[in-house]
């Protein structure tokens, strides 16, 4: 009878809710980085929720002492139970911030605006190429991108800053994504290839009409995660470009690709220029 009188007392409720929040923020803390690297741009809400937590752990605390009247007095507990109803306020503000980070993330951030560059002059060299995945020389981006943009939006992948790439190819309108390891709005982990071919995938299906995609840097890519994963992650791309209508451009030099690798990706993605 008393064991059933112990398990339904607020006492080991209190305790019980306790060590299960001290566990909660310890497993969110621990898993913080690889969360914010693996979901670029959500960190925000990460923080935001962990404090949260950490906020609520302390109310939850300072509740304490009401339920332990044996060993705090009456005015002690009602002193701490009414900073604890004030902390409480916090962790609700917190947690509502939290939640807006998170969805203004998700509208922004997850996303890649379709824009279609201003009428210029005549482009560099007259570009016509089927949907599909191309392998592009190195030195032959600015013309060949371009050439293609002066009909359909584009979207740059680069290893340089933004403003940098923007400006070497005369865009203005041209969305580029930055592959690094920095957190920005046009940032992108190149570790995260899920979260980059997310958002070339869902740039290609938007709007319903053919883009251009320019991926410079493959060699980046290959280093920081491995060459078949690459390949994996292209071949899917490519499927989505030939399904829009769309052309993927892949910037490369055989120079830096042993015989094997390079057959298998001139196989799987045809040379520039070779006969397309």
């Known amino acids: 009878m008393d064991i059933v009188k112990f398990l339904a007392s607020e006492e080991l409720n209190e305790t019980v809710t306790l060590i299960i929040n001290v566990v909660t923020f310890a497993l969110a803390f621990r898993f913080r980085k690889p969360f914010k690297e693996r979901y670029s741009g959500a960190g925000r809400f990460y923080d935001a929720l962990v404090l949260a937590s950490a ?4 109310g939850e605390a300072l509740y304490a002492p009401g339920y332990f009247p044996e060993y705090f007095s009456e005015e002690f507990a009602e002193r701490t139970a009414w900073i604890a109803d004030n902390v ?14 998170l969805f203004r993330t998700l509208i922004e951030k997850y996303r890649v605006e379709v824009a279609l560059e201003p009428s210029a002059s005549s482009p560099e060299v ?15 981006e600015k013309e060949v991108f371009t ?13 340089s800053h933004p403003e940098r790439t923007k400006k070497r190819f005369g865009l203005e309108k041209t969305p580029v994504l930055w592959l690094a390891k920095v957190e920005c709005r046009e940032c992108v982990r190149p570790t995260n290839l899920e979260y980059l071919g997310h958002l070339i995938v869902t740039f290609l299906k938007e709007s319903n ?35 829009t209508g769309s052309t993927v451009l892949v910037s490369t030099s055989p120079d830096v690709w042993d015989k094997r690798e390079w057959a298998l990706l001139t196989r799987e993605f045809p040379e520039w220029g070779a006969d397309v």
Do not use: H
């Not at 906020?55 to 302390?58: A, D, E, T």
């Not at 409480?88 to 980070?101: D, E, H, K, N």
């Open 126 to 140: 007259e570009v016509c190429l089927s949907p599909g995945t191309y392998v592009l020389p190195v030195g032959r």
């Open 209 to 243: 009409i053919p883009k251009v995609v320019l991926i410079e840097s493959m060699e980046y890519l290959v280093i920081e995660n491995d060459f078949e994963g690459v390949v994996k992650f292209l071949s899917n791309i490519k499927d989505y470009a030939l399904i």
């Open 88 to 101: 409480w306020i916090v962790f609700q503000l917190l947690f509502l911030y939290a939640f807006a980070s």
């Open 147 to 159: 050439g293609l943009a002066q009909g359909m939006p584009g979207l740059i992948i680069s290893r």
């Open 55 to 58: 906020v609520w752990l302390l």
